[in-house]
């Protein structure tokens, strides 16, 4: 079994700073890609960033030069440091792995999701 799990989210003023956390677990051999996902109420589950195994990294336009993602390989664990935070960035921030795990597939695995307000 494999699990993300996802720490960090809160409620924060509009300007402040926020990191969150995902540690994936269990049975893992490999993992490629790793990212942030973000839905907001009535919309849909939209990319906020993503970072390859080797560091190469992508960005939404509505967070670039604000966020930045960043992975610790050894701890399975990636993360995303959000500064000047907006109303808009209000959503339920979700983690993404690409990973090989108990089966001989490449699989997409998804953690619980963790709750970012801001505040305006």
């Known amino acids: 079994q494999v699990q993300l799990v996802e720490s960090g989210g809160g409620l924060v003023q509009a300007g402040g700073s926020l990191r969150l956390s995902c540690a994936a677990s269990g049975s893992i051999f490999s993992i490629n890609a790793m990212g942030w996902y973000r839905q907001a109420p009535g919309k849909q589950r939209e990319l906020v960033a993503a970072i390859t195994s080797g560091g190469n990294t992508n960005y939404a336009d509505s967070v670039k030069g604000r966020f930045t993602i960043s992975r610790d390989n050894a701890k399975n664990t990636v993360y995303l440091q959000m500064n000047s935070l907006k109303p808009e960035d209000t959503a339920v921030y979700y983690c993404?792995?690409?990973?090989?795990?108990?089966?001989?597939?490449?699989?997409?695995?998804w953690g619980q999701g963790t709750q970012v307000t801001v505040s305006s």
């Open positions: 993404n792995a690409e990973l090989l795990g108990a089966t001989p597939f490449w699989d997409d695995y």
